[in-house]
């Protein structure tokens, strides 16, 4: 006898045992239920011991991947305990590409993301595990291409979102896998060979990268990829890190050459809620260029809290913009008062 099918399961993380039958757990995405971990129910366990099979299988000696099993796509992460035990994490992948005007952003906030794709740049959304960061970039490429046409490519491990093929009249989208760390700068390098209009990187990962991404966004493409973070600055930091290991000092000035926007998003109850930032396109004067270069990135978020707070007050466009304005000129003061961090010199 059949049990009910596991993609009716309402899971965002699925927490199966590999090694031998065992009871699952799962955590909801229904509403308020997201952070409790729950048993799967018994009657799920037939098609559970399917998908464990299922799950060695396409993982092999790998410890990451991907699975499509039975119209269930999932993200698969694998871990062997301290007991000796081994299981898998299984996120679950919407299947069907998102649309950032049905995300739960605000109408204003989506109108400066929708004219982001006439720029170059560099676009960095950040956030922790499960804010929607894969979500938010897949929908804002998506866009671009309905929108403007152009070619994209994706890079990423493993693929999520199925991108690939023709969005609008004038999109065309590829998709590269990377099985291993080294291959993500060999394939954004190739990608470049492709003259491509858009650029997705699923996760910044090594120096090399690091490299090919700022390179990217500084030679009239438009890179999106997203960060694991904490903060804004900690997004800004962790890139500026790794650049810095692959090409040496100085990778602040790329930075602050190449920055087109930078989002921070976190998940609640309500929905994606996002902190955000904008350059201004061939305004090398702009204030979070400036403060990028300056080493004060920590004052980024104190920004952004100052330049949100005063757009919102104002629904009058022209007090949007004069608001704008004062939050700028307020960056300029702090950097043309306070001396600039220097860098961290190194202990070896």
């Known amino acids: 006898m059949s049990g009910p099918k596991l993609d ?39 098609d559970i011991d399917r998908f464990m099979i299922a799950v060695q299988a396409e993982l092999g000696d790998a ?7 039975e119209g269930l796509r999932c993200r698969l992460s694998r ?50 595990t499960g804010s929607g960061k894969t979500t938010t970039a897949v929908g804002m490429v998506a866009d671009f ?29 590829f998709q590269v896998e990377v099985k291993n760390e080294e291959d993500w700068a060999v394939s ?3 990608a470049l060979r492709w003259a491509p209009r858009y650029i997705y990187v699923g996760e910044i990962r090594t120096p090399k990268a690091a490299e090919q991404v700022l390179r990217a966004a500084t030679t009239g493409h438009l890179v999106i990829t997203t960060v694991h973070a904490g903060a804004p600055e900690e997004a800004l930091m962790g890139l500026l890190f790794l650049a810095e290991q692959a090409m040496g000092p100085g990778v602040q000035n790329i930075l602050a050459a190449g920055l087109t926007a930078l989002i921070y998003q976190t998940m609640r109850e309500t929905g994606p809620f996002i902190r955000y930032l904008f350059t201004e396109a061939d305004s090398p004067g702009d204030p979070i260029r400036a403060l990028i270069r300056e080493n004060k990135i920590g004052m980024i978020s ?17 007090v949007a ?8 000129a307020w ?3 702090q950097i043309q008062k306070s001396p600039a961090t220097p860098p961290e010199k190194s202990t070896k």
């Open 8 to 46: 009716q399961l309402p899971f965002i993380d699925l927490y199966v045992r590999l090694d031998q039958q065992d009871q699952a757990y799962y955590r909801s995405r229904e509403r308020g239920k997201g952070i409790v971990s729950q048993f799967v129910p018994p009657e799920y366990q037939i």
């Open 63 to 69: 410890a990451d991947g991907s699975i499509d099993f």
């Open 79 to 128: 871990q062997k305990m301290s007991d000796h035990t081994t299981w898998v994490c299984a996120r679950r992948i919407t299947t069907a590409i998102p649309d950032i005007n049905k995300l739960g952003f605000a109408t204003q906030i989506v109108g400066h993301m929708h004219d982001l794709g006439r720029r170059d740049g560099l676009i960095l959304i950040s956030g922790a």
């Open 145 to 173: 291409l309905r929108t403007y046409g152009g070619t994209a490519i994706t890079i990423e491990d493993p693929v999520e979102y199925m991108l690939k093929g023709r969005h609008g009249e004038g999109g065309q989208c």
């Open 188 to 190: 954004l390098k190739r």
């Open 302 to 318: 104190t920004y952004i809290d100052r330049t949100a707070s005063r757009m919102n007050s104002a629904d009058d466009p022209v």
């Open 321 to 328: 913009s004069k608001n704008m304005q004062s939050a700028q």
């Open 331 to 333: 960056a300029m003061a």
